[in-house]
């Protein structure tokens, strides 16, 4: 089965409010794995309409293509669903921020669409917090990939875990 690693929303403006190493180390092993394997890699990049807003991608995105998106969802570009087409791509794993909208509604729209779709839980991030929702004890993150694993309609592996599946 082809995969595609897309990575959503890696940019200046939303690491600078969030200090998740492991998300951001899971992200590169994913990254260096897919460049092992000569796989596809793929930026979604939000755009913001604020002049105060540094939109770049915080990585070296060399020759990978970027999108670009005005909401949560990676496929209102129609032209990431036609790439993604063209290259005849058959899985899709997220990875990215915020998990409980970009991350969250992409996969929901790419299994829709006929993706194998897996999101990597720990490769996934929010700037949000328990303070954020005003839900004492919650962990975005988790209640998200708890609710998306539960669904059966999109898969949630943890980082080690698609390893172990890809190589056993």
Known sequence: ???ALL???YQNYILDYINQKEVL???QKLVNLFEQEEK???FVKNIVENDDVNEEIQMDIKEYPVFEKKNPNAFSNNNLYKYLQQRGIERLLITGFNIE???LFTSIVASHL???TTMIED????TGDENSYEMPGLDIVDFVGTILNWSDYVEVLYYDEYIEQKYS
Do not use: Q, S
């Not at 490769?123 to 929010?126: E, F, I, P, S």
């Open 40 to 42: 596809e890699i793929i």
């Open 123 to 126: 490769a996934c991030g929010t």
């Open 7 to 9: 990575i959503i929303d």
């Open 101 to 103: 909208y970009c991350c």
């Open 25 to 27: 180390n899971n992200i």
């Open 114 to 116: 006929g993706f194998h």
């Open 1 to 3: 089965m082809k995969e």
